[in-house]
């Protein structure tokens, strides 16, 4: 149980001890990589182990990949998944330590083109990308071996190192296994897949609730295997019945994916199936809304009437030709869950039903989301020299202050175990932060007041009237189909920034077909900011500007509301989601400006408003 937990516990009046039945916050990241990801290492990451990443997430001091100074996590993890490539598994790394015959080139030259080379970056529309994707790789059904030998020496120098990818297997799932201690710290078994046809992003976090011994009984899944994620889902329907473990896969970045990731058809094409849109459901039941490639959550040319939509936007495509970046409606999430309603109208299933959760993406090895100890993307992304203006806002780039230091995934589960983390996951019962640690709870159903939250059996004493995040109401069976409330209630970070607001979001399908979304202030600090209109005064900003040191003389510790929806039909599927607003805070760039004498023009705003992100409930007439 971590401190904020109790902290948590204190102030909000939830009991310090979890007894049967009753759910702690734990605080992970899902997606970090080691030295034996491909990409960190030719990014300058070569000493930062998976025992490395362990320890720093644990609160233990570590050397850093880049300089070696010593860095150390302000507040440690209570879980971690380490994320490194399939692809290339610890091939990078062995090359360099082993060396391998590549030909002409060296092992640096040679990893940077198979880099470049293999990942089809391609600047093509989204219909030549699909068609190009589907052409340039082997089929699934194909040999997997000698797929692998047929296409590797196609993009690249390096030949297949079976026997270097299986010893990095062995290294990072007995790793995992020395730092997990059940109940203290969580060390969950996983790896990304990297699917990216024509540079639109289509990879996945698998993650697991399995041991060592059982993971070593196979090789992680990735795109030498097969490009389409339902090849994906396959073989995780065998591997669970093989190790009988649990398994999910976490799509990310969907920001960049060209508009493929919420697709309204599957990769191969072809119109989608209730059998898809099942499966995709049950292998995929979180995403990755925040991390340091940008927010997800929505943009502001698919949310034009929310002021808040222009958070930490990453106007980039990962290809190697820089192409413009135009945001569609498979990209975001708010759209997603939008156009999930719509296909359950046709299909009978929600393939976009899924909760949230942040991680950071980070290649150091370091797990850190905080403004004032953010290591950045890459090991030399790490000091405010490298982040200079030299390097250009250049989409070839993953260096610089346009990423974000970003993000946090939150879990409700019972105990801080793999499986325990693993079954929240899977009951959506998560969510996501910008970075800081803004304890949030919401349920939603019928007859909720606001004297619930201080009976001292909350919140057992309304499981029988309402779902947590994550869940579904059905349809309400009294006499009068009235509204469903919402409880939520939000606790600042005591290390960070006090909340401006909690919002609702709320997305409706209309009686024809069209899906519209409503954003509400339900809560706020601070008096006579409400206008006429309904809106709400900006919170102002307290940052100082020479020190990048905040004020919190405004905003407020603790927001709660119990909010009924006005605009409720009961004939409309809906889903309502919860986002908490912190006042602004110094955000990364203001602090490496600072460090470098002031004069620097990081091209990025100073200040930031960290925020949460719940997962959603879903109604259903």
Do not use: C
Request: aromatic fraction near 10%; avoid cysteine.
């Amino acid at each position: 149980m971590t401190r904020l937990w109790i902290f948590l516990s204190l102030l909000i009046g939830l009991q310090g001890v979890a007894e049967a039945g009753q759910k702690q916050l734990l605080w992970g990241d899902t997606h970090l990589h080691s030295s034996y990801s491909f990409d960190a290492f030719v990014n300058n990451n070569l000493s930062a182990t998976p025992d490395v990443a362990y320890r720093f997430a644990k609160g233990a001091p570590v050397e850093h990949p880049w300089d070696k100074r010593r860095v150390q996590l302000g507040n440690p993890l209570d879980f971690l998944v380490l994320s490194d490539h399939a692809e290339l598994l610890g091939v990078t790394r062995g090359v360099y330590l082993h060396g391998v015959d590549t030909g002409e080139l060296g092992w640096y030259d040679s990893m940077r083109a198979w880099y470049a080379t293999a990942v089809l970056r391609d600047a093509v529309d989204k219909k030549t990308a699909r068609l190009l994707f589907i052409d340039a790789l082997p089929e699934p059904d194909a040999d997997v071996r000698a797929a692998a030998k047929a296409w590797r020496p196609t993009f690249g120098w390096i030949p297949p190192q079976p026997q270097m990818e299986i010893d990095a297997w062995r290294v990072i799932t007995e790793a995992a296994e020395a730092h997990n201690e059940p109940g203290e710290f969580t060390a969950l078994i996983g790896w990304e897949y990297s699917s990216i046809p024509g540079g639109a992003n289509l990879h996945r976090i698998v993650v697991s609730d399995i041991d060592a011994e059982r993971a070593q009984t196979f090789d992680p899944y990735g795109l030498d295997q097969s490009p389409f994620p339902e090849d994906l889902w396959a073989w995780l329907e065998q591997t669970s019945r093989d190790t009988k473990g649990n398994f999910i896969a976490i799509p990310h970045n969907s920001n960049i994916s060209k508009g493929f990731m919420f697709d309204t058809q599957p990769l191969r094409g072809g119109a989608m199936t209730p059998d898809y849109a099942e499966k995709r459901r049950r292998w995929e039941p979180i995403v990755e809304i925040t991390q340091i490639k940008g927010d997800s959550e929505t943009h502001p040319a698919l949310s034009p009437d929310d002021p808040f939509a222009d958070f930490e936007t990453y106007p980039y495509l990962i290809q190697r030709t820089p192409g413009e970046y135009k945001p569609e409606e498979g990209d975001y999430i708010r759209s997603a869950l939008r156009r999930g309603l719509s296909l359950q109208r046709t299909l009978g299933i929600n393939p976009y039903q899924f909760g949230v959760i942040g991680s950071t993406d980070a290649h150091t090895g370091l797990s850190s989301a905080e403004e004032d100890n953010f290591q950045g993307k890459m090991a030399t992304d790490s000091i405010p020299a490298n982040k200079d203006q030299r390097w250009g806002d250049n989409a070839n780039r993953t260096f610089g202050w346009a990423m974000s230091a970003s993000g946090m995934a939150a879990v409700w589960a019972e105990t801080n175990t793999r499986e325990s983390i693993v079954a929240a996951m899977k009951r959506r019962e998560v969510y996501a932060t910008s970075g800081p640690r803004i304890g949030v709870r919401l349920f939603a159903g019928w007859g909720l007041s606001e004297s619930m939250f201080d009976a001292t059996d909350f919140p057992e004493n309304i499981s029988e009237k309402a779902v947590p995040m994550g869940g579904e109401l059905l349809a309400h069976d009294g006499k009068e189909k009235s509204s469903p409330v919402v409880l939520i209630e939000a606790m600042a970070d005591p290390n960070s920034g006090h909340l401006d607001r909690i919002q609702i979001i709320k997305g409706t399908m209309l009686s024809d077909g069209t899906t519209r979304e409503q954003i509400y202030d339900v809560a706020w600090a601070g008096k006579d900011r409400q206008l006429p209109d309904g809106s709400l005064v900006p919170i102002g900003n307290t940052v100082d500007l020479t020190t990048g040191r905040v004020d919190n003389s405004i905003g407020a510790a603790q927001l709660r509301a119990v909010w009924t929806d006005p605009d409720f039909d009961p004939e409309e599927p809906a889903f309502y989601y919860g986002r908490v607003l912190q006042i602004p805070t110094a955000r990364h760039s203001l602090l490496d400006k600072l460090a470098l004498g002031g004069e620097v023009d990081t091209r990025r705003p100073d200040t930031i408003q960290e925020r949460a992100y719940t997962s959603s409930v879903w109604y259903t007439p």
